[in-house]
């Protein structure tokens, strides 16, 4: 049947308003009341490297019956907390929580209401190497708020007081955002993938040591000499690889004997999920350094081994090193993660590029 041009316009009268009501929505610039006054980065994205400007004075308008503590609010409440309300499925590590709750330098901020917990965030400061020059930043994690105040810029109360904590207005922060990006644009925009080891069936594996004592020296220069072989990587103090793999095992260091005599590294940490009801002991990745040339054969033995010590998932960035770990292996992709700086810039990076994950 032909249609005249009165029954054309009618048939198609829906369409034309939703395409037009699109074209407008596209063209009508969102407002972010907090973000919009932020030294963050913006497309298009400015190609030199560096601090953006100075952070801004923050006026922080707090309820009478609200206050913001710093380093002086009970770890085990805190930990209490973010397990009942930092993730539906994922549990909180108390052992990383604890080391870096203590780290020397960080700032744990605690948003309170009647005294007691509605929102928390830490920070810590990590040294990045980014093309062989050292650039302190505040590592920023577990921003966390009660679910019955979201959506209030409680958050944006938290973040500001991480900026004013610091007391330094040029001070770079580098921080993760899972599932949904923020209104700027990120350093690296990726994903995390994952293996089901459920129905693995293990074998015996004698290719794999761990970090002891008498290695201590030799494994800390690889793996930092391993790190840079990446654009942007954080280098490990001798402390701090001494503390976080020997002294108070926060992860684990994993040496993969191959066959060619070369060592891959692998460094994580336990953890687990609560799907459908299940528990899922995860093993978390952060990465996979050294000679990847037999990367299936690393994969069979660390899942094979992993498997054995009650693992039955695997976790892991797509980023750096991991990249190619992850496509020979048909690890299968699971949630987006941004990768953002605050009052920093950092153009262009490609993800092959960037060895920077804090699990």
């Keep these: 049947m032909i249609l005249n041009n009165k029954g054309y316009l009618i048939r198609y009268m829906p369409i034309l308003f939703i395409f037009t009501i ?33 952070s801004p004075k923050f006026n922080i308008k707090l309820k009478p019956n609200q206050s913001l503590l710093i380093n002086k609010y009970p770890f085990d409440l805190i930990r209490i907390f973010l397990q009942n309300n930092f993730s539906n499925h994922y549990n909180v590590d ?61 958050a944006t109360i938290l973040i500001a007081a991480i900026v004013q904590a610091t007391g330094n207005p040029r001070q770079p922060i580098l921080f993760k955002k899972d599932y949904t990006p923020l209104p700027y644009a990120p350093v690296i925009k990726s994903y995390y993938f994952i293996k089901d080891l459920r129905k693995l069936q293990p074998e015996p594996v004698h290719n794999i040591t761990t970090l002891d004592i008498i290695h201590f020296y030799t494994y800390f220069e690889y793996t930092n000499a391993l790190l840079k072989r990446y654009k942007i990587h954080r280098p490990y103090s001798k402390n701090e690889f001494f503390e976080i793999f020997l002294n108070k095992k926060v992860m684990d260091y994993f040496i993969i004997n191959n066959s060619n005599n070369l060592k891959t590294i692998v460094i994580g940490k336990k953890n687990s999920y609560q799907i459908n009801n299940m528990v899922l002991n995860c093993f978390e990745i952060e990465h996979i350094l050294g000679e990847l040339r037999y990367s299936t054969d690393i994969h069979y033995n660390l899942s094979h081994y992993l498997k054995t010590n009650g693992y039955n998932y695997i976790c892991i960035p797509n980023i ?21 700086t605050y009052n920093y810039n950092l153009p262009n990076i490609n993800i092959h590029e960037f060895c920077v994950n804090i699990n």
């Excluded at 770990?325 to 048909?330: A, G, L, T, V």
């Design 22 to 54: 699109l074209l407008i929505t596209l063209h009508i610039k969102q407002k972010h009341p907090f973000w919009d006054n932020q030294p963050v980065m913006r497309y298009p994205i400015h190609s030199s490297y560096g601090v953006i400007g100075n």
């Design 94 to 154: 108390p052992i990383y929580l604890d080391y870096i709750f203590h780290k020397k330098g960080s700032y744990n901020i605690t948003l309170l209401e009647d005294k007691k917990i509605i929102g928390f965030i830490h920070s810590s400061m990590i040294p990045i190497q980014i093309d062989s020059n050292n650039t302190q930043f505040q590592y920023v994690d577990y921003l966390c708020i009660h679910p019955k105040y979201r959506d209030h810029y409680m």
């Design 320 to 340: 750096a090193g991991n990249i190619k770990f992850i496509r020979d292996n048909k690890y299968v992709q699971n949630s987006r993660v941004y990768y953002y």
